[in-house]
């Protein structure tokens, strides 16, 4: 047992809406992280946890590495700590955690961060995202550790106190494979091209879509601290290669997963990138009228409007709520509804866990175009004449750390809002600035929880009438 004094730094450690991410080797580095782990074996004590805390790592640079220095703090604390034995997605850790009746787990991953970073995702009781309480508490509880107690790793698991999950998928693929129609898919055989994208989403994804007999192929499946380069999102931007393949090689389909394994991006055969609203649309539309599911939808207020007309057309109603996603689970759960999920990329389903899931998210996803026998552009036009159109536009725009104190004065406190030409309705400081248009269109501005950045979304009939509110707001604050 080794117990040492910990110095007191400027660093402070703060949860977003997808855990803590730092810059390895500025903040991400091992006193930082041993701190985290102190601080939720306090968290844990305070919280009087009886059971294992799980951790999970994903592929990162440092994440293995990470993920023990935080077991031999938890372990050192007197927990006994279910670590697994090779990198896992952040949905099979929230999975895991709610099938095991856990209290809490961790995850040592970024996400879809650039490579330079890393970080920590707390999971608690249920398999939720930590709320905004607990990560406050906890941000408290790091900042007053003078101390950490720690057990060096091998005597740890000779103890066991640290103890190795050896097969960490069964359950999880068990569960999703039992309620997806394994023969609609297998009598369709799809051929399909999958880019994991280097990350951790790689072998449960594999295993499904072998299992109902697809045609798989597979791209970026090694291990790169880099990603090959590339930012670990299934943007567009981000999956040219797998594009070009697609189209060039005769695909039916291309799918993306991000570096944790959370996020899920689609290309169609005709090398069209298929967005996160358009899949939340398609998944909603088909469990609602092909699979006879009945219920509302969730989703986040940076989300398209689109839902909202397929809900009230289906005589259902479309729930918005605070960007985070653990206010979309915890919505599906107080309304039942069939599922929810955000313009980033992520989505849950009612009945599997309470996190976005891209395994589950792509396996429905096949079922669907194979059940109904279009393809995603084939469907998505025709929820474009059902529903009209519905285009948005993203800008992520990087500013000074210390400007945000002028950007919240103009937009928070003062409220000043540019001359968008276009007849407002209404607008909305729930969570960032958010403008509904009279035409059914909307923009909003918010900060990244995790990036200095300003992240604005529009939607309108049009890119171009979408583009044009993002740039008379990035005008309006000089950005």
């Not at 077991?71 to 099979?92: H, I």
């Not at 856990?102 to 970073?117: I, K, M, Q, R």
């Not at 007309?309 to 289906?314: Q, S, T």
């Not at 536009?393 to 928070?412: A, D, L, M, Q």
Request: with cysteine; hydrophobic share 40%; net charge negative.
């Amino acid at each position: 047992m080794i117990i040492f004094k910990m110095e007191r730094i400027d660093v402070m450690i703060k949860f977003g809406t997808g855990g803590w991410r730092a810059v390895i080797g500025d903040e991400f580095v091992k006193e930082n992280i041993q701190k985290v782990g102190q601080g939720v074996a306090n968290l844990a004590k305070e919280s009087n946890c009886k059971t294992p805390i799980i951790i999970g790592y994903d592929r990162r640079f440092l994440s293995a590495e990470a993920a023990k220095w935080l077991a031999e703090v938890l372990a050192g604390n007197g927990f006994t700590v279910k670590f697994m034995n090779r990198s896992v997605p952040t949905p099979l850790v929230m999975h895991t955690v709610q099938k095991q009746n856990y209290d809490f787990g961790l995850e040592v991953t970024a996400s879809h961060n650039p490579s330079e970073y890393n970080g920590i995702k707390l999971i608690i009781k249920e398999g939720r995202d930590a709320s905004v309480e607990i990560t406050n508490r906890l941000e408290e509880l790091i900042d007053q550790v003078e101390e950490v107690t720690s057990l060096e790793f091998k005597l740890a698991v000779e103890k066991e106190l640290v103890q190795y999950i050896k097969n960490p998928f069964n359950d999880f693929l068990d569960d999703i494979m039992n309620v997806m129609d394994l023969e609609a898919v297998r009598n369709r055989g799809p051929r399909i091209l999958f880019d994991p994208m280097h990350g951790s989403g790689t072998y449960p994804l594999m295993v499904i879509l072998y299992s109902a007999r697809c045609t798989l192929d597979v791209i970026n499946i090694n291990k790169d601290a880099y990603f090959g380069g590339h930012m670990p999102a299934p943007s567009k931007k981000g999956l040219v290669k797998l594009t070009e393949m697609v189209v060039n090689e005769g695909y039916d389909l291309g799918i993306a997963v991000d570096g944790d394994g959370d996020r899920l991006g689609i290309i169609d055969s005709n090398g069209e990138y298929v967005d996160a609203n358009d899949i939340l649309c398609m998944l909603y539309y088909y469990l609602h009228v092909y699979k006879g599911w009945r219920g509302p939808v969730v989703r986040n207020l940076a989300t398209t409007h689109m839902l909202d007309a397929i809900a009230k057309d289906l005589g259902e109603e479309c729930y918005e709520v605070p960007v985070g996603f653990k206010y979309i689970s915890a919505k599906i759960n107080e309304t039942d509804a069939i599922l929810g999920g955000e313009s980033s990329g992520g989505l849950t389903v009612r009945g599997h866990i309470n996190g976005k899931d891209s395994i589950y998210a792509a396996t429905l996803f096949v079922e669907m175009l194979c059940k109904t026998g279009m393809s995603a552009t084939e469907m998505m036009n025709m929820l474009r004449e059902k529903y009209g159109n519905y285009e948005m536009v993203e800008s992520n725009v990087r500013f000074e750390p210390s400007y945000k104190e002028v950007i919240t004065k103009i937009v928070f406190e003062e409220k000043k809002l540019p001359d968008f030409g276009r007849e407002i309705e209404r607008v909305s400081y729930e969570d960032g600035c958010k403008v509904y248009f009279k035409d059914g269109g909307f923009i909003i501005c918010r900060f990244s929880g995790t990036e200095p950045l300003l992240r604005i979304f529009a939607e309108a009939d049009n890119a171009e009438k979408a583009q044009a509110s993002i740039d008379a707001f990035a005008k309006f604050l000089n950005l």
